[in-house]
């Protein structure tokens, strides 16, 4: 079993990145980080974390002791990914062209999500137009550069707009439309030919959420959406009353 000073090393060297280069990635000395390489000093786990997002490896890729033991909190921990949770104002200012938009993140806050790719990032819901989907709050994980498919739900950047649009996506061949789940409170569908770049900045799809299950109860009895069991827990109801 190779020690994860040895681990750290040889990814290092997999990428061609110096220590300083990673130092500075991990917001440590290079002292300390050399010290990792040598065994001198064990990373502790968020510091594992950050390394293995910085390679994109799973921590047991690193400390190997960790599969070897099979800790099932850790390993389920392993299989998240760190992305930047980005404000509005820099989500709007995405330039498609560049990696990661052109956004610096170094210093901003990361939420984890299972199945992230290089260049993914992640927003909050703000509105009402995905209600009961997803409450206002909610965290979406945003597929960057991908192209939504019909039905997908995505987030929007379109101009003269100071928020983000969360809707659900339609796809008609040279055109598409954007559909709001709450139709009492989002807007009417809206039809965007796709060579229209004056109508939109870009449309990616959401991957996955992080939502607050109180939110999500609130958001169903507001739009009198009844739960399933519901009808089941009258009749039990009824059938102990008549008992």
Not at 23 to 42: H, M
Not at 56 to 71: F, H, K, Q, T
Not at 198 to 214: L, T
Request: charged residues 30%; neutral net charge.
């Amino acid at each position: 079993m190779r020690t994860i000073g040895q681990n750290i090393r040889r990814l290092r060297e997999e990428n061609s990145w110096s220590q300083a280069f990673m130092a500075k990635k991990l917001k440590v000395s290079q002292s300390s980080f050399s010290q990792w390489e040598n065994d001198e000093y064990k990373p502790k786990f968020e510091q594992l974390r950050k390394l293995s997002n910085v390679f994109n490896v799973r921590i047991s890729e690193i400390d190997e002791s960790i599969a070897l033991n099979g800790d099932a909190v850790l390993a389920s921990a392993n299989d998240l990914r760190a992305v930047p949770l980005l404000t509005t104002a820099q989500a709007k200012e995405l330039d498609v062209s560049r990696p990661f938009g052109g956004i610096e993140i170094e210093d901003g806050e990361m939420v984890f999500f299972a199945r992230p790719k290089e260049g993914d990032f992640a927003v909050t819901v703000n509105g009402h137009s995905m209600e009961p989907w997803y409450p206002v709050g909610t965290r979406v994980l945003v597929g960057f550069k991908e192209i939504p498919k019909h039905g997908d739900r995505v987030v929007v950047n379109v101009p003269y707009q100071k928020e983000l649009l969360f809707k659900v996506y339609l796809d008609f061949g040279a055109k598409f439309a954007l559909f709001s789940i709450n139709q009492k409170d989002g807007i009417e569908p809206v039809v965007i030919d796709k060579m229209d770049r004056d109508a939109y900045y870009w449309v990616y799809p959401i991957k996955e959420s992080i939502r607050n299950e109180s939110d999500v109860d609130a958001a169903m009895k507001k739009h009198q959406i009844r739960p399933c069991y519901e009808d089941w827990v009258r009749d039990y109801k009824r059938g102990l009353n008549e008992a």
